[in-house]
């Protein structure tokens, strides 16, 4: 794992609609801003900085890291730009945690986002060229017939998804920064809405958000001098696997299970759900809730929705799942899974506010892309490892 | 109304030509300034700045000779929505009257404020508030009449920025192989030389072994739905909604294929329900999938659960 690294800075703007009052760099500029106060720091005590965003395609700007260098102080530093799908803001934290990890810098700012009203996500994720045609319609598309393959193969009830769809939206009421602030949210109000892409409802769905989050890492000699307590990194892992291959179990991917088995060796974790104290899982549709229960290892196959009816993964279960509303609350793309990672950190922290787990000190946080091949994972505590 | 048994007849009042009004040395500054372009107020004695300007101000008071340059930055006060122009009205399309004050200025004028193109009937839309910050629109060729600002209208919030890339894609060996396969009523395959799995359509090599594949297979144009999303979303590329789309693991593959399924309402498909390939009819064939034009289901048993779920 390398050298020690650490949160200390968290900044994330308020998620939204429509942000028609800024540009994309004066979107970024407002999520680096508040991580680097929270921080302590300015610009110029930045290493390097490393960005995240999900398919050009979405607001039609090629490179956009090249136009934000200046946003993000950047101009004679180190700044890249990582791309993995929808887990691509796990893993910009990653590649960013890596140049700590491996000695190369003290500081480095990084920073994912997504503009989704200059463009529609649908349109962008479902291109349709020629010689290939696709009827596949977004990501609601794609997933939709692997969330049936789930219920069959568990036999579970229709309405667990509706339970999570609640409990992400009762969350979120609890978090400032959230999108959607759905009062009086209830399992009546997600079962009226109509099907999208059955088994999956609108209420069961992500919205399409603009914002931006970010985070300073930063090495131990540079922890110490922040202000704020840091989330200590414990673990860190990616995984990817083709979206398409004879025998890939597509409800429950390997890629998920050996990212975890990572992630956890490396943390000493042997029983996530007794190991860890709450969890920032991307959960995009309401029933990637008990598959990613089952797939991350806090219980066994078949067992996730029994976990997600019990009441475990509640603000105040055993196990709380996205306590911020998770990615069902706020959903810019590219920043989903940075703000995962950041919710982790804020956590173990203690600086989760209303959504703060009590006495949370280990953490995991996590993404994943494509058609559920790419992963990120990292899990964080108060203690130094 | 005029009762039904009275005559009645149009009339028209007009002086021919119009009336000649002098305007005075205050008015008349500020139509000469909106001539040049420029938004001008007037110095009260009490040291306001009324404008449009006036020669005298509410307390009698003649006005001073100080004139000052206001806007071109404004602030709409109170509106009134027009969601039908009448003929005469400035604007053929939705706009609004507003009380509209310079930056500068302590008094508003009643104008035209355009926000953009909308049906007739429209709703006011969300950006008109009090409040709001616009600027005049300056008709190209001024006369010095207060329709010389043909409208305020807001600021630049946003721009379209048209993007488009043109590609020719080239669809390589061996997807060119499967449609020419397809566009023979043929379904081909390649079955890999090391895990023996059959893909369809094949791709020219084994994306868990990482080897090239060369062993060609033909399979029928029957299989069994592993499972499927109905889709209610409508999009101009998709089929009518609602539509199946549906994994279809042809009998003899080893991985499934998206298709749609039709010939059958959405609520009806079921997992493991047994299906083939409805052709288009021959003369309409070409080198694409098209040619398949859905599947639909055939009189058959359904599969057990147990024999799909390495499928899915």
Redesign the interface.
């Known amino acids: 794992m390398g050298e020690a690294c650490a949160v200390i800075g968290v900044g994330q703007t308020h998620y939204r609609s429509r942000r028609?009052?800024v540009s994309i760099a004066g979107l970024v500029r407002e999520a680096a801003l508040r991580a680097l106060e929270d921080a302590g720091l300015t610009f110029k005590d930045i290493d390097a900085v490393v960005v995240g965003k999900a398919p050009d395609l979405f607001e039609?700007v090629m490179m956009p890291e090249a136009y934000l260098a200046d946003a993000l102080g950047a101009r004679g530093k180190p700044m890249m730009r990582v791309h993995t799908a929808g887990s691509v803001g796990g893993s910009t934290a990653l590649v960013a945690a890596g140049l700590v990890q491996g000695g190369v810098h003290d500081r480095v700012l990084v920073v994912a986002w997504e503009k989704q009203s200059e463009s529609n996500a649908?349109w962008a994720l479902?291109t349709?060229?020629?010689?290939?045609?696709?009827?596949?319609?977004?990501a609601?598309?794609y997933f939709?017939?692997?969330i049936?393959?789930y219920m069959?193969?568990t036999g579970c009830p229709d309405h667990i998804g509706t339970l999570v769809a609640v409990k992400d939206r009762q969350n979120a009421l609890k978090n400032p920064y959230a999108h959607l602030r759905i009062e009086g949210i209830s399992r009546e109000m997600v079962e009226a809405t109509?099907?999208?892409?059955?088994p999956?409802r609108y209420l069961e769905t992500c919205p399409s958000s603009d914002g931006a989050a970010a985070m300073v890492l930063a090495s131990e000699s540079a922890a110490r001098q922040a202000p704020n307590p840091p989330a200590w990194v414990h673990g860190a892992a990616m995984r990817s696997e083709?979206i398409?291959?004879?025998?890939?179990?597509?409800?429950n991917p390997q890629a998920g299970k050996d990212c975890a088995a990572d992630v956890y060796s490396q943390a000493g974790i042997t029983d996530p759900r007794r190991d860890l104290d709450c969890a920032e899982v991307y959960v995009p549709f309401s029933w990637y809730e008990p598959m990613w229960l089952e797939n991350l290892g806090f219980c066994g196959d078949g067992e996730g929705w029994k976990l997600t009816e019990s009441g475990a993964t509640a603000l105040d279960g055993d196990i709380p799942w996205n306590a911020s509303g998770g990615v069902l609350s706020s959903n810019p793309i590219g920043a989903s899974g940075l703000i995962r990672f950041a919710e982790a950190a804020q956590q173990v922290r203690g600086l989760a506010g209303d959504h703060q787990v009590d006495g949370a000190r280990r953490a995991l946080g996590h993404a994943y892309g494509g058609g559920a091949q790419f992963y990120a994972m990292w899990v964080v505590g108060s203690a130094r490892p | 109304m005029p009762r039904s048994n009275s005559l009645t007849a149009d009339h028209s009042l007009a002086f021919p030509g119009g009336y000649t009004r002098s305007v005075g040395p205050v008015i008349g500054r500020f139509l000469t300034e909106l001539r040049d372009g420029r938004l001008v107020g007037v110095r009260t004695a009490a040291g306001g700045v009324l404008f449009p300007p006036v020669e005298y101000d509410a307390d009698g008071e003649p006005v001073t000779e100080e004139f000052v340059e206001v806007g071109p930055d404004c602030t709409v006060g109170t509106y009134a929505w027009v969601p039908r122009p009448r003929p005469d009205h400035p604007l053929d399309r939705p706009f609004a009257w507003a009380l509209i004050t310079p930056d500068g200025a302590d008094t508003a004028m009643l104008h035209v404020l355009d926000l953009g193109v909308f049906d007739l009937g429209a709703k006011p839309p969300k950006t008109l508030r009090a409040g709001l910050r616009v600027r005049p629109k300056w008709r190209a060729e001024r006369t010095g009449t207060i329709g010389d600002i043909e409208c305020f209208r807001p600021g630049v919030t946003a721009i379209n920025a048209p993007v488009r890339a043109d590609y020719r894609l080239s669809a390589g060996q061996a997807l060119s192989r499967f449609l020419g396969g397809i566009a023979e009523g043929r379904i081909l395959g390649h079955r890999c030389g090391v895990c023996g799995k059959v893909y369809v359509p094949m791709k020219g090599m084994c994306p868990v072994d990482g080897v090239p594949t060369t062993e060609e297979v033909e399979v029928p144009g029957t299989g069994t739905v592993t499972t499927f999303a109905v889709n209610n979303i409508p999009d101009p590329r998709a089929p009518e909604v609602p539509f199946v789309s549906a994994y279809v693991l042809l009998d003899g593959a080893d991985i499934a294929m998206v298709a749609l399924v039709a010939g059958i309402p959405a609520g009806e498909v079921r997992m493991g329900m047994r299906v083939r390939a409805v052709w288009r009819p021959r003369e309409e064939w070409g080198q694409t999938m098209a040619n398949i034009r859905w599947f639909e289901p055939v009189d058959e048993p359904d599969v057990p659960f147990d024999e799909i779920k390495d499928y899915l």
């Open positions: 028609n009052d039609g649908t479902s349709h060229p020629p010689l290939t045609p696709s009827l596949v319609v977004g609601g598309g939709a017939p692997h049936r393959a069959r193969r109509p099907m999208l892409w059955e999956i083709p398409f291959f004879a025998g890939r179990d597509t409800v």
